[in-house]
């Protein structure tokens, strides 16, 4: 074969060698890219989830408004320091309301526990109340319940422990508040409930679920934030 046809044929293997190199560079180009934007919008994604996380955390729900589920009766209890407490009293607070009685050796005490929690993560805003109510009055005097009050630290002008008559605690528990109460105080309900600045039921929280102590936190905050809206 003469020489000038080999030189072509060289030049041709020296051109297609080129050509499949720039082809091959530009796949890894495209491929690098492509790449690129998968793991950037996997970071995208992660991010937002991890801001949806913190709502969840913060709020227990994403949500914009909490459901009115019935409003509370008017009600009048005796306070552990002798003086009566009515939901008047409460008008314009938001408050936390639970059942107990200070000889369970049942959840009681993970109730009071989380109230404690509940008012230390509130401490001195006057906006936010907590109430527990003795299902057993005989045996919790004000006496008893003032030092079972202070075993929990809890704060005279923002946690009350309320007493009366078994009858009208009964009545007011089963019919206002819709929550299970008798006879005997060991079948009392272990929820809490959530009542907004207008008495009105916001919501009924599990206190034995730790999650749902953290909703309750996060509905309190919300309650807040639509009166601080109000006010401005």
Not at 37 to 62: C, S, W
Not at 65 to 86: H, I, M, T, W, Y
Not at 162 to 168: N, S, V, Y
């Given at each position: 074969?003469?020489?000038?046809?080999?030189?072509?044929?060289?030049?041709?293997?020296?051109?297609?060698?080129?050509?499949?190199?720039?082809?091959?560079?530009?796949?890894?180009?495209?491929?690098?890219?492509?790449?690129?934007?998968?793991?950037?919008?996997?970071?995208?994604?992660?991010?937002?989830?991890?801001?949806?996380?913190?709502?969840?955390?913060?709020?227990?729900?994403?949500?914009?408004?909490?459901?009115?589920?019935?409003?509370?009766?008017?009600?009048?209890?005796?306070?552990?320091s002798?003086?009566?407490?009515?939901?008047?009293?409460?008008?314009?607070?938001?408050?936390?309301?639970?059942?107990?009685?200070?000889?369970?050796?049942?959840?009681?005490?993970?109730?009071?526990?989380?109230?404690?929690?509940?008012?230390?993560?509130?401490?001195?805003n006057?906006?936010?109340?907590?109430?527990?109510?003795?299902?057993?009055p005989?045996?919790?005097?004000?006496?008893?319940?003032?030092?079972?009050a202070?075993?929990?630290?809890?704060?005279?002008?923002?946690?009350?422990?309320?007493?009366?008559?078994?009858?009208?605690?009964?009545?007011?528990?089963?019919?206002?508040?819709?929550?299970?109460?008798?006879?005997?105080?060991?079948?009392?309900?272990?929820?809490?409930?959530?009542?907004?600045?207008?008495?009105?039921?916001?919501?009924?929280?599990?206190?034995?679920?730790?999650a749902?102590?953290?909703?309750?936190?996060?509905?309190?905050?919300?309650?807040?934030?639509?009166?601080?809206?109000?006010?401005?």
């Amino acid at each position: 074969m003469p020489e000038s046809v080999n030189g072509c044929l060289d030049l041709v293997r020296i051109n297609l060698s080129n050509h499949n190199r720039t082809t091959k560079n530009v796949w890894i180009f495209w491929l690098t890219c492509i790449a690129s934007a998968i793991v950037l919008g996997l970071i995208t994604m992660m991010n937002y989830q991890n801001k949806i996380d913190q709502m969840i955390d913060e709020t227990g729900g994403v949500v914009l408004s909490l459901p009115k589920l019935g409003s509370v009766s008017p009600f009048k209890f005796q306070e552990r320091s002798g003086a009566d407490l009515q939901n008047a009293d409460l008008a314009g607070h938001i408050w936390v309301f639970n059942l107990m009685f200070t000889s369970c050796h049942g959840p009681c005490p993970l109730m009071s526990h989380h109230m404690s929690r509940l008012q230390r993560s509130f401490n001195g805003n006057e906006l936010v109340k907590f109430v527990s109510l003795t299902v057993d009055p005989e045996v919790d005097t004000l006496e008893v319940l003032k030092k079972y009050a202070d075993s929990y630290h809890a704060r005279a002008d923002q946690w009350f422990f309320l007493t009366g008559e078994k009858e009208k605690i009964v009545k007011f528990v089963t019919k206002s508040l819709k929550l299970p109460a008798g006879e005997n105080p060991v079948l009392h309900s272990t929820r809490f409930v959530l009542v907004d600045a207008n008495g009105e039921v916001r919501g009924y929280y599990d206190s034995q679920e730790r999650a749902q102590m953290e909703r309750l936190k996060g509905h309190i905050k919300l309650l807040l934030e639509s009166i601080s809206d109000q006010n401005s």
